[in-house]
């Protein structure tokens, strides 16, 4: 058995999403202000939510850091000290940092909030790792290309309190550190300041100079290639080898995804990490690792960490979709589950239901209602409200799902 159990560390995007990370079982959750951070298209939070999701989550022992790991421009320095101000006032664990100079602007601001050096500084060995623990960090979230065999070494040759966190879960950049152009050439969006446009997800074909009106598909096939799609990322069957290696974070990206996706995947991980710490050398059972197939997902590979390849998807850049969000319960009303509609669903129809501290169960809508108290077959309307008779331990909050066609 472990001596400690790895954090599970979960995104939270805005309230719905660190809610549904509490939840579901997150030891910790990474979250930004409005500015600093290393994704603009989440809603992110005001200093208001962030003092008040702060509170959320200390008060069910979760631990919160907050993302300062864009590339600030000069101009931007003279807001910084106040936010990290803000948030040492505010409770905050940590700061997600990737700049020597905001590293240095936290010491001397917010001096009570720890430092997490970010995947985007590129912390790929062990001299690097120990530079960062000697310049006041308490923790490094390790380069996405480096290989479990070194990370091993790195956790050997560094000061024993310096925290190693890794990525176990979701999309990978082609640019693995992450100090990508792409966007910037393409489409005049800075992936550094937390605006990527994704251009290694796009189409592409080749136009040979002295044809172009010819332009060649780079596969033989009548569709482009995605020659820049990278897989996700998926290690739940993998836990105990990462804890072997000494990392004690592992962390689930997807701050600019769903409630439902941070749910699902924190709760994955959730019960594998109890599972292996009881059964370190056992197989992770097939129903946990099927909660990993519930949600939109790239195909899977492990990245790096055992050496090759971490692989693409050059054919195609759309999700793999295996099932599909129906209704969200929003509590009990006597015999009656009153549901919020995400997708039609008609009575008749199987699902399967996730919510938090429980295995997922599957029941039959066999009785609905509208709130008029109607008897209805079917729920076609967007965010409809529906009542399901049933005796089933439902709890608030959560996710009833169906198989996609």
């Known amino acids: 058995m472990w001596k400690k159990k790895p954090e599970l560390l979960s995104p939270a995007g805005d309230r719905e999403r660190l809610e549904a990370a509490v939840n579901y079982g997150a030891d910790a959750v990474y979250l930004a202000g409005k500015?600093?951070?290393?994704?603009?298209?989440?809603?992110?939070f005001t200093e208001e939510e962030l003092g008040e999701a702060v509170a959320f989550c200390h008060s069910r022992g979760v631990k919160v850091y907050v993302t300062c790991n864009t590339l600030p421009r000069n101009r931007e320095f003279q807001e910084l000290p106040r936010f990290l101000a803000f948030c040492q006032e505010a409770g905050v664990d940590a700061f997600i940092l990737s700049d020597l100079g905001v590293l240095a602007m936290?010491?001397?601001?917010?001096?009570?909030?720890?430092?997490?050096?970010?995947?985007?500084?590129?912390?790929?060995?062990?001299?690097?790792?120990?530079?960062?623990?000697?310049?006041?960090?308490?923790?490094?979230?390790?380069?996405?290309?480096?290989?479990?065999?070194?990370?091993?070494?790195?956790?050997?040759?560094?000061?024993?309190?310096?925290?190693?966190?890794a990525f176990a879960h979701g999309?990978?950049?082609?640019?693995?550190?992450?100090?990508?152009?792409?966007?910037?050439?393409?489409?005049?969006?800075?992936?550094?300041?937390?605006?990527?446009?994704?251009?290694?997800?796009?189409?592409?074909?080749?136009?040979?100079?002295e044809r172009p009106d010819q332009p060649f598909t780079l596969l033989q096939r009548e569709e482009g290639a995605y020659i820049l799609n990278s897989n996700d990322m998926r290690m739940i069957q993998h836990i105990p080898a990462m804890v072997d290696a000494g990392i004690t974070s592992l962390k689930l990206e997807g701050r600019a995804k769903s409630a439902y996706y941070v749910a699902s995947v924190t709760q994955a991980y959730r019960r594998a990490i109890d599972f292996f710490y009881e059964h370190p050398a056992d197989p992770l059972p097939q129903e946990i690792l099927e909660e990993t197939e519930k949600i939109s997902h790239r195909a899977y590979s492990t990245g790096f960490y055992f050496g090759g390849q971490p692989g693409?998807?050059?054919?195609?850049?759309?999700?793999?979709?295996?099932?599909?969000?129906?209704?969200?319960?929003?509590?009990?009303?006597?015999?009656y589950l009153r549901l919020t509609e995400r997708n039609r669903f008609f009575r008749g129809e199987e699902v399967d239901i996730l919510q938090p501290g429980t295995d997922p169960l599957t029941a039959t809508l066999d009785?609905?209602?509208?709130?008029?108290?109607?008897?209805?077959?079917?729920?076609?309307?967007?965010?409809?409200?529906?009542?399901w008779k049933t005796d089933l331990p439902v709890a608030s909050g959560a996710y009833l799902r169906r198989k996609a066609n």
């Not at 050059?314 to 006597?334: F, H, K, M």
């Not at 009785?367 to 529906?386: G, R, S």
Request: charged share 25%; aromatic share 8%; proline share 5%.
């Open 35 to 44: 500015s600093f951070g290393m994704r603009s298209a989440p809603a992110n």
């Open 367 to 387: 009785e609905l209602y509208n709130e008029d108290w109607e008897p209805i077959d079917k729920a076609p309307h967007a965010e409809m409200t529906v009542y």
């Open 106 to 165: 936290a010491k001397q601001y917010a001096p009570q909030v720890h430092r997490h050096i970010s995947t985007q500084f590129g912390v790929v060995n062990y001299a690097a790792a120990q530079a960062c623990c000697d310049l006041g960090a308490q923790r490094v979230v390790l380069a996405r290309e480096v290989p479990l065999a070194e990370i091993a070494e790195i956790r050997q040759k560094t000061d024993p309190a310096l925290e190693l966190e």
């Open 312 to 335: 693409q998807t050059p054919d195609r850049s759309q999700y793999t979709r295996n099932y599909e969000l129906v209704a969200i319960c929003q509590g009990r009303e006597g015999n």
């Open 171 to 209: 999309s990978m950049c082609v640019s693995f550190s992450g100090r990508c152009l792409l966007s910037n050439y393409m489409a005049d969006r800075d992936a550094n300041r937390g605006e990527c446009a994704q251009p290694c997800r796009w189409e592409y074909t080749l136009i040979e100079k």
